[in-house]
């Protein structure tokens, strides 16, 4: 990346030291101060001169330098940077580096093309480091690696599905029905993320009742990024930090920057992870008995002959089974397989002084805990920097992934045709298992036979992607006291997605139905973005620091989504044209966002940094596409230790820092037309007026946050907090709100009202112990968020999930966004509210005698309510493991279900999970030339959950969370997550580890 | 320095070149409503009139069920949706909830389809009298007008007293609510009155799938009228049903099965017919209600032509059925919207109500005779000829989406079986939260 240079500009500037002709060679050795271990990768260089090196795997240096020199720089990312001083004649320099535990010389990117040290930072952003991000227990996608590691986020996963799904909210509700979820960039790419539905609503039907959206839990697209590429992540949660990427950038942004090259040796890193995945939850099924076998058919006192005869047989029925030895747990047969998992990772990286570069290969492969289910990743990343001469830098990343993921059926229907809903209400007494012949018997007591469907259908989501992006940095002007920059970005971000469902036309629910069905979808998308900014930096004196920015934006997309159902297979076939009937949907989505901005920062002293900036944003999905939308910006930073009147030497950052800023989220595409939809009957084609009503005068919504905090760090960074207020407004909001059924349109565009989050985040972290045999470092997160909506000028409305009758969110005047309203005895009631309480993560790395690291992550989410149609549906199908349990004097399964008491379903989702655990092992070589270092260890993701929650993981959503919506299918929303609906059951992983660098 | 500036008027000039598209992005799918209206051609216009043809079709399945289930026609089972057999049935202490799929997705399809037909008559307004004459342009405006009566009666009949709206024009804001369902349906005749006399003369130029024989002027003045006196009766205005069956398809002799229909196909773009699932299927089943088996006459045919026994009984909730009922024989099966039967049973009633008993008989025998059964001898008086018009009206449209409202309008509900203790035989569905949070 080319950002950190800018730093350096400013250090080149400041010394002027006059170079002589003479050279002298210096050499040394760079080592941790506490432990004494040699630092690999050191940059040791001479000031205001490009003369510099790195230090080799034992920590040594040589460098030629002028005579005359007097001093070197030394930096190194997480070590406070050094300025040595040397005498005439020194050939010898030991450096001794301190760890900076506060992290307050990291660079932090707080404008598109600028960054600031984080001593001088106004925001809380997070930063993640690759070893956070997967130096513990390595998730199975990208995403799932930031659960629990970002104070102020709720990152949900949707569900257990091989290829990932996650929801990440940061700072609470920012949108309910426009884009809710972070825009992800990496390495100045604007990385897609959506989630695109395989169409398996035409066999599930399951939007066709109680609630409209897709429930087709497709995978993400941000889980192809591979995780081990990442060099660092940082996250601007809210539109105080993150205001320059303008109407984008309401959700937050995640930056990522890849792994790049460093001039030297090339380095040689291969890393093996071989594990296995089990579930995480199984239910437990109930456990029949004659008497309850027989229930299943009705009453015992009954009056109707039939019930009594079917009574009798299904009597008979256990009987037989239980005698025979045939009584199955049918939920630990299909979700109880030990999946494999194993990845493989490949780097090369080095280069020249001129050229850098970085190339790696991955390879993921996953079994799931379903058999036939899994992931497969194949990703190649070549990242090369150049410099063309000492003016002009370049920077070019490339990233090809191909993935496929098999991800069952699941989650809700109304054909009783996913894994789940046939397990609801299959008991344990009849067999399903295939005879010799290889035909499986029909399920009585379910429209499908799960182990026949987990056997015989396909499901698969088939990703070629390509990402690039360039970036070009040139200094046009250069003085002792300003630098003028150009710096140029473009990104292309295309991705090919096939999907693929097939279901063979003898299945039990397709046999004397559609006669088996093939769904076949291929999506092609591409993005770009584009950006140029100049930069100067003017500092007229050693006091004054002045940056000003200045640029323009452009980002374009094409979506062309086209699906074809056929039905009626030719036996054994799976070509769409094999088939007795055809139905193609398609749907385009295209737009085009410009905008362009200006700020200024100024750093005072070092000790106040103040700055300000304004972007200007236009969107063709909004209303009026001409039209410029306004959001400001403003920070500002005092850090009292700087200040000359500072005596207390105990605390050696104090730092108090607000910042304002504005950030919108256009509408989504097509939200200003009202549709004609495609409708035939008989042969003829119609058109018929969708009841999605469009609003021409549709508008972003504009985000308004301040933050203000306080970061103080005492005993030379042992100890640090960081605590932040945040006050989120978010106006205009954008909601696809209940229009009373009587206009002919059951929802309507309209920027409804506003909306505010307030929330707290502490960081705390602490050095307890730090000798040079053991090492430990602590750090606890706690944060929380409160939403409310503060204003509606549409009246209140269910926003989903089922109906009253079974637990709904919804949007009411002065009432959190994420309450939950359900009917209790006829009326309708508060039930809960989705929001935790609070969430805290505590994360400890403790490293013994130098080559034993112990690294944990735990994270506990309090309160945050789910609704449960899990339970719900195995009640109806009278299998909940704990049915016979007596409620009100009546079996709790049939209680529940007649209560009329939608309270019931919603439960909490509290929970404690050691998310990440690792134990690494640094293997001591010596003598060796070739390998540099060997490291092994064992890890355990997401392996101990401790909740009351009844489902599979209080981490679920059946609908979603990027889900886009089309023009037939309506995506999933921002709120709708925590809603349990026979989800793929969630897993945890072990592995083993060895890594080699050579 | 010379390079630099050539990189960069070349990035600026690629910057430049992405810029360039210029100009608003419209809607790459679909037409929108505000183009097909402005200034629509003659294949606009089909389509229209399409879709809404289409649209009618939509969550009928849901409707029929829903009427079916609480009016003790059938049960309807289902492995991933328990409302069928709780809340529908008032298990428990359960209510009908006022803003789930049941009733909320049959009662917002039926105003779209009604906001379609009002888009039409904006098109048609702004048709050019080169694209349709004014016959022409009649046909287009009556068809409009006798469906939104039609749709408007469908979602009167499910909240009754808890009321609906008056579908209102486009731009123009919504009616109150109305809940003296009287005053609904006297609205729903006035649309039909109104396409009555846009049909009169016009020249129909536009096709339709399931209309048959009434795809002309004439035969949807006779569809309308059709709908018309089934209004009348419940509106118990017995002379004016006669009036419109005279000019109805109503034919005493004539084919039972002979009226309107839906029409369902597995082809690309249309939606096929839900209510049909295989016999014998399990998960997803419909069963007759216990009752209708068991008070069937003896040799009614019409218990074997409409439900099949099973081989195994189908049970859930506590709740069990034997036969499957089998009206719509495959996912391409048509679903009735009204046929001569029906009018023929209109006829009987009107005709009791106004103490014409032989002429009654006559219809009711008619019926009877086709089914299999000998003609009526039991008592000629107008407690005991209601009671046989009920009985036949229950068995020759069962299914239809009458049972239920028959046994309200006649106060009878009470006499529906209830099958679990605690559970309810629901009198009207709730007003849909959407309309009453406004």
């Known amino acids: 990346m080319l950002l950190p240079k800018s730093g350096l500009l400013v250090l080149l500037c400041l010394c002027s030291t006059l170079a002589l002709f003479a050279q002298q060679n210096i050499t040394g050795k760079t080592r941790d101060a506490v432990s004494g271990r040699p630092i690999p990768g050191v940059t040791v260089r001479v000031p205001n001169t490009n003369k510099g ?176 590429d990442i060099e660092n992540i940082e996250i601007l949660k809210g539109a105080s930090a993150s205001a320059l990427y303008g109407a984008k950038a309401a959700a937050g942004v995640v930056i990522i920057t890849t792994k790049k090259g460093k001039s030297g040796k090339t380095k040689i890193s291969i890393n093996q992870e071989t594990g296995f995945v089990k579930e995480r939850h199984l239910l437990g099924v109930r456990t029949f008995t004659p008497e309850t076998a027989a229930d299943l058919a009705g009453t015992a006192d009954n009056p109707d002959p039939a019930v009594q005869a079917k009574r009798a047989a299904l009597k008979a029925q256990f009987n037989d089974a239980k005698s025979a030895g045939k009584i199955y747990d049918y939920e630990r047969e299909m979700y109880g397989q030990t999946g494999l998992l194993l990845n493989t990772n490949v780097s090369v990286s080095g280069g020249g002084d001129k050229t850098t570069f970085y190339l790696s290969g991955n390879r993921r492969q996953e079994q799931g805990i379903i058999k036939g289910t899994g992931y497969f990743n194949n990703s190649l990343r070549l990242n090369v920097d150049h410099k063309i001469n000492d003016r002009i830098s370049l920077g070019v990343t490339t990233n090809y992934i191909g993935s496929s993921s098999d991800r069952g059926l699941t989650n809700n229907d109304n054909n009783g045709v996913t894994f789940g809903v046939a397990l609801s209400s299959t008991p344990d007494f009849i067999d399903l298992h295939p005879n010799a012949l290889g035909e499986y018997p029909r399920n009585p007591f379910a429209a499908s036979n799960p182990l026949e469907t987990r056997d015989r259908i396909i499901n698969n989501e088939l990703t070629n992607r390509f990402v690039g992006g360039a970036n070009i940095e040139i200094k046009f002007q250069q003085s002792a006291h300003s630098t003028t920059k150009f710096v140029g970005r473009g990104g292309l971000d295309y991705f090919n997605f096939k999907t693929a469902a097939l279901f063979p036309r003898d299945l039990q629910f397709e046999e004397n139905g559609l006669l088996g069905q093939s769904i076949q979808g291929n999506t092609n998308s591409s993005n770009t973005n584009w950006g140029g900014f100049f930069v100067n930096t003017f500092i007229p004196n050693e006091n004054i620091s002045l940056t000003s920015s200045a640029g323009a ?134 058109v018929l007026v969708d009841n999605l009503q469009g609003n021409a005068q549709i508008k972003p919504e504009r985000q308004a946050e301040f933050e203000t905090g306080l970061d103080i760090s005492v005993l030379k960074g042992r100890i640090s907090l960081e605590a932040t207020y945040y006050d989120k407004t978010i106006t205009d909001v954008l909601l696809r709100h209940n229009l009373p059924g009587s206009t002919g349109f059951a929802t309507e565009w309209k920027n409804s009202g506003d909306l505010k989050n307030q929330g707290i985040e502490l960081g705390l972290t602490v050095i307890p112990v730090n000798t040079p045999n053991f090492k430990w470092t602590s750090n606890l997160n706690w944060w929380r968020n409160r939403s409310k909506v503060t204003r509606l000028i549409i009246p209140p409305f269910a926003i989903g999930a089922f109906g009253n009758s079974l637990g709904t969110f919804y949007l009411e005047q002065g009432k959190p966004a994420t309450q939950i309203k359900g009917n209790v005895g006829g009326q309708l009631k508060l039930l809960g509210d989705a929001e935790p309480k609070f969430q805290a993560s505590f994360f400890n790395e403790l490293t013994i005698f130098k080559n034993f690291s112990l690294r944990f992550l735990i994270h506990w989410k309090k309160g945050g309510d789910n609704i449960n149609l899990t339970e719900l549906l195995t009640d109806l199908g009278s299998t909940t493991v704990d049915y016979d349990d007596v409620i009100n004097g009546m079996k709790a399964g049939l209680y529940r279900q007649n209560a009329g008491d939608a309270s019931i379903y919603v439960q909490d989702a509290s929970y404690v999970r050691i998310r990440e655990i690792g134990l690494y092992y640094s293997i001591p070589l010596k003598n060796t030339e070739k390998i540099k270092s060997i490291r092994v260890g064992i890890s355990a993701n997401n392996f101990f959950t401790w909740t009351r929650y009844k489902g599979y993981d ?34 945890k992983r072990a592995s083993f580890h060895v890594g080699i660098d050579f | 320095m010379k390079k630099h500036i050539s990189i960069i008027s070349i990035f600026f000039f690629l910057l430049g070149f992405a810029a360039c598209q210029k100009g608003e992005i419209n809607s790459l799918n679909t037409p929108v409503v505000a183009g097909i209206t402005a200034d629509p051609s003659k294949s606009d216009l089909f389509n229209l009139v399409t879709g809404a043809e289409s649209g009618m079709r939509f969550n009928m399945a849901v409707y029929l069920d829903g009427l079916g289930v609480i009016g003790r026609e059938i049960y309807r089972f289902s492995g991933a949706e328990p409302r069928y057999t709780t809340d529908l049935l008032g298990a428990g202490t359960k209510v009908l909830d006022n803003n789930t799929f049941y009733l909320t997705n049959p009662w917002n399809s039926r105003y779209q389809v009604m906001r379609q037909c009002f888009i039409l008559l904006d098109a048609v307004k702004n048709t050019r009298s080169a694209v349709a004459t004014d016959a022409q342009k009649k046909a287009f405006t009556g068809f409009a007008k006798t469906i939104i009566g039609y749709q408007l009666l469908l979602n009167i009949n499910m909240t009754d007293s808890n009321g609906a709206r008056i579908p209102q024009p486009n731009g123009s804001p919504i009616g109150p609510i109305i809940t003296d369902p009287g005053a609904v349906m006297d609205a729903a005749l006035k649309f039909l009155d109104d396409g009555k006399a846009d049909l009169t003369g016009a020249e129909v130029i536009f096709p339709l799938s399931g209309f048959g024989n009434y795809s002309n002027a004439a035969g949807l003045l006779k569809f309308n009228r059709a709908i018309a006196a089934r209004i009348y009766t419940y509106r118990k205005n017995w002379t004016a049903a006669l009036t419109a069956l005279n000019e109805s398809f109503l034919n005493l002799n004539g084919p039972l099965n002979d009226g309107v229909y839906h029409t369902f196909s597995t082809n690309g773009g249309d939606i096929a017919n839900t209510l049909f699932l295989p016999p014998n299927g399990n998960g997803e089943v419909r069963v007759a209600h216990p009752a209708f ?146």
């Open chain 1, 53 to 228: 090196t790195i230090s080799d795997a034992s920590g040594n240096y040589t460098l030629v330098v002028p005579a005359g020199t007097t001093s070197l720089l030394v930096s190194y990312t997480g070590y406070k940077s050094q300025t040595i001083p040397i005498k005439a004649d020194q050939s010898v320099v030991n450096i001794s580096m301190e760890e900076d535990f506060a992290r307050l010389e990291e660079i932090v990117v707080t404008g598109l093309a600028t960054n600031v040290k984080r001593a001088n930072l106004a925001n809380a952003v997070a930063t993640i480091s690759g070893k956070e991000l997967t130096g513990v227990a390595p998730a199975q996608t990208f995403d799932a690696a930031l659960s629990g590691k970002i104070p102020g986020a709720l990152i949900t996963a949707n569900s257990g599905a091989p290829g990932g799904g996650i929801s990440v909210k940061m700072r609470g509700i920012t949108s309910v029905f426009g884009n809710s979820q972070p825009l992800y960039v990496v390495d100045g790419v604007f990385f897609s993320s959506a989630s695109i539905p395989a169409g398996l609503n035409d066999v599930t039907a399951a939007a066709t009742a109680g609630n409209p959206n897709n429930q087709d839990n497709p995978s993400s697209r941000i889980a192809d990024l591979n995780p081990e």
């Open chain 1, 553 to 686: 934006t452009l980002e374009t997309g094409f979506m062309d989504n086209i699906v074809t159902s056929a039905s009626n297979l030719v036996s054994g076939q799976s070509n769409l044209d094999a088939s007795g009937n055809t139905t193609t949907r398609q749907f385009r989505q295209k737009y085009r966002d410009n905008g362009f901005f200006v700020q200024e920062e100024l750093t005072l002293i070092d000790a106040f940094t103040i700055s300000g900036g304004v972007r200007f944003d236009r969107s063709t999905n909004n209303g009026d596409y001409k039209k410029y939308y306004v959001f400001p910006k403003g920070a500002v930073s005092w850090n009292l230790t700087k200040m000359k009147f500072w005596k207390v030497d105990a605390i050696d950052n104090l730092k108090v820092r607000a910042a304002y800023g504005q950030s919108g989220n256009v509408p989504p595409y097509g939200s200003k037309f009202t549709a004609m939809l495609g409708s035939n009957i008989g042969g003829l084609p119609g």
């Open chain 1, 954 to 987: 209080p981490e679920v959503s059946n609908f979603g969370s990027n889900t886009i919506t089309t023009s037939q299918s309506r995506g999933s929303n921002g709120l709708s997550t925590g809603v349990d609906v026979t989800p793929y059951p969630a897993s």
């Open chain 2, 293 to 438: 088996v068991t008070d069937a006459l003896p040799n009614d045919d019409r218990l074997s032509t409409k439900t099949a026994l099973r081989n195994s009984s189908a049970s859930q909730s506590g709740l069990t059925g034997n036969r499957d009922v089998i009206i719509w024989s495959s996912l391409n099966a048509p679903v009735s919207i009204i046929r001569n039967e029906e009018l023929i049973l209109i006829y009987a009633e009107a005709k009791i109500q106004t103490g014409s008993f032989p002429d009654a008989i006559v219809a009711l025998n008619r019926i009877r005779v086709s089914h299999n059964l000998t003609p009526y001898a039991g008592a000629v008086t107008f407690n005991a000829l209601i009671n046989e018009l009920l009985y036949n009206r229950r068995y020759s449209l069962f299914m239809e989406g009458h049972r239920w409202i028959d046994m309200r309008r006649y106060g009878r509900l009470s006499q529906l079986p209830i099958d679990r203790p605690g559970d309810d035989v629901w009198a009207r569905y709730p007003l849909p939260q959407n309309e009453s949070n406004q």
